[in-house]
């Protein structure tokens, strides 16, 4: 597909929607971070020992960054980096839904989706602090080493293919609703099992948290949109696969002849 068409196809429903909401939380997000004392997923524990001091190490870090603080930073986080990536499965709700349900049906859709990755935040958060205190500076760099090799990995691949999968979608009543809200669970399910070690880049980032969640949101966006594959060692991650398909695919004909 040529880079034209590609960058055409984002004028189209529903990633105007997606994108722009996609936009406000990242504007929420910057605004949060800036009305508050600081980023809430900064570490703030000094002259603790990790060994053996874990739980003594996320209460002090939570007396600093309330659990509701925390909460609301991740959900902005989720608002601002994971609309674009729901942009097949709330097409496959739309239209597998009677036009009087479809507003209903991708709420419920949105609803699980965003409840999975709800309860993972808390967890990625808690490995994230333990990952900074232990490793300090070398937090960042080897938080994203992994992020590479888990896109590298047959496991991430597997997990992607997962997430390409419909389900299907009933028609009236409370049975059209839970599939809805089902389908957004399990969904976000595999989509936190393909996207957890780049979430937690700009978890790690401190001030360079909302520039961490602009690369990471586009990466996990490149590769939810490459073609599905068979989950093996690919050291040429989809991330650049794709990149190289989409704008070098067609070279050939995109030159003059003669």
Request: hydrophobic share 55%; proline share 7%; glycine share 8%.
């Amino acid at each position: 597909m040529r880079p034209g068409r590609v960058l055409r196809s984002f004028t189209y429903a529903p990633w105007p929607v997606l994108l722009a909401t996609a936009g406000l939380g990242l504007a929420l997000s910057l605004y949060h971070g800036a009305s508050s004392d600081g980023p809430a997923f900064c570490v703030a524990v000094n002259g603790i020992s990790v060994v053996g001091s874990w739980p003594a190490v996320l209460q002090a870090e939570l007396a600093v960054n309330p659990l509701q603080r925390i909460l609301a930073a991740w959900f902005l986080m989720l608002l601002a980096m994971m609309p674009p990536l729901l942009a097949m499965p709330l097409m496959h709700v739309w239209r597998s839904s009677l036009p009087a349900r479809q507003v209903r049906a991708a709420a419920a859709f949105v609803l699980g989706y965003t409840a999975a990755w709800m309860l993972a935040g808390p967890v990625l958060w808690a490995i994230s602090v333990l990952l900074q205190v232990t490793v300090g500076d070398a937090a960042l760099p080897l938080t994203l080493l992994f992020a590479l090799l888990w896109s590298a990995s047959p496991w991430h691949r597997a997990a992607l293919n997962r997430s390409h999968r419909a389900r299907r979608i009933g028609l009236f009543g409370w049975a059209a609703d839970r599939d809805c809200l089902g389908f957004g669970l399990s969904h976000g399910g595999w989509c936190i099992a393909s996207c957890w070690a780049w979430m937690s880049v700009p978890l790690v980032s401190g001030a360079w948290h909302l520039p961490m969640m602009l690369m990471a949101g586009l990466i996990m966006l490149v590769e939810r949109l490459a073609p599905m594959a068979p989950p093996r060692w690919l050291w040429q991650t989809a991330v650049s696969s794709a990149l190289l398909h989409t704008f070098f695919n067609q070279r050939d004909t995109e030159r003059p002849h003669g």
